[in-house]
């Protein structure tokens, strides 16, 4: 049975009670949830409150390496936002709606945008590792869905530009002026937690993906139900299996997301500074 949402004029969650009480009423104005190896990102927050995950209701377990384990309430780029230093995923316990409730939170908020990072492989040979790959769509070819068992006609979610077609041309603009190259791409959803096999990621590269990952699609779904604005970006940590020597593994994800960080750090402020 999904969980019953609160954003519809019903009572406050206990999160979201529990993050006003120690960070204060003032809503925020976006969410951002921080990929493997990009936790770092959260320390960019001017005035941060924190808030370990474990205080808050339905937040992230905190059970994968690389990712953070708390929320900072703060300033980023003049405007107030949250920051989850790290996401649950599917792979987790295969509960696709894990991310419901904190993005239900974050909606309770004030959000109504969320911007996602994540760290994946690369399929195109143009887009490199230490690349940023800003996601255009999705194929959820894990094949589950975070709406499911959902009661409401809200399930029917219309996906067709869930990617904000205005924040990514308002990224690219500022990709630009920073000299941050973002690549542009679909990004194809594999459960994990093991990589792709070589066949699969052949697979994938039929299918039009340009970029393969173990989560955001799910998140993405449940944030376009909850009417936020989406806009997402890859940190490009390794060429997907078999495209290049490299050993995939999850120590290397997390050493080359740094790379990606660094332009994160650069392009996310000046994105939520015009949000
Ligand atoms: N596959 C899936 N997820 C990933 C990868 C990958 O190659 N790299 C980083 N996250």
């Not at 703060?74 to 405007?79: E, R």
């Not at 295969?94 to 908020?109: D, F, Q, V, W, Y």
């Not at 066949?199 to 779904?221: D, K």
Request: charge should be positive; include cysteine; glycine fraction near 12%.
């Amino acid at each position: 049975m999904a969980p019953r949402s609160r954003s519809r004029g019903k009572s406050m969650s206990k999160a979201a009670k529990t993050i006003r009480k120690i960070a204060g009423n003032e809503p925020i104005v976006a969410g951002v949830i921080l990929g493997s190896g990009l936790s770092e990102l959260g320390d960019l927050l001017i005035d941060r409150v924190a808030i370990p995950f474990s205080e808050l209701k339905g937040f992230p377990g905190g059970g994968v390496s690389g990712h953070g384990r708390d929320l900072f309430v703060g300033t980023l780029g003049g405007k107030r936002i949250a920051v989850l230093t790290g996401r649950e995923h599917y792979y987790e316990h295969g509960n696709a709606a894990a991310m419901r409730p904190a993005l239900e939170t974050l909606s309770e908020l004030g959000a109504t945008t969320l911007l996602l990072t994540n760290s994946a492989g690369s399929l195109d040979p143009g887009t490199r590792p230490g690349d940023l790959m800003m996601i255009a769509d999705h194929i959820n070819y894990a094949g589950m869905n975070p709406l499911i068992g959902e009661p409401s006609d809200r399930r029917f979610v219309n996906m067709v530009n869930a990617y904000d077609p205005s924040l990514r041309s308002r990224a690219i603009a500022i990709g630009a002026r920073l000299d941050i190259s973002l690549k542009e791409g679909v990004y194809l959803w594999y459960s994990g937690p093991s990589f792709e096999t070589v066949a699969e990621i052949q697979m994938a590269i039929r299918l039009g993906a340009n970029a393969v990952g173990m989560s955001t699609a799910p998140e993405v779904i449940l944030a376009r139900m909850l009417g936020l604005r989406v806009w997402a970006c890859s940190s490009i940590t390794n060429m997907g299996a078999g495209l290049s020597d490299e050993h995939i593994s999850h120590e290397h994800t997390k050493l080359m997301a740094v790379q990606g960080a660094k332009k994160l750090k650069r392009l996310i402020p000046a994105l939520v500074e015009e949000l």
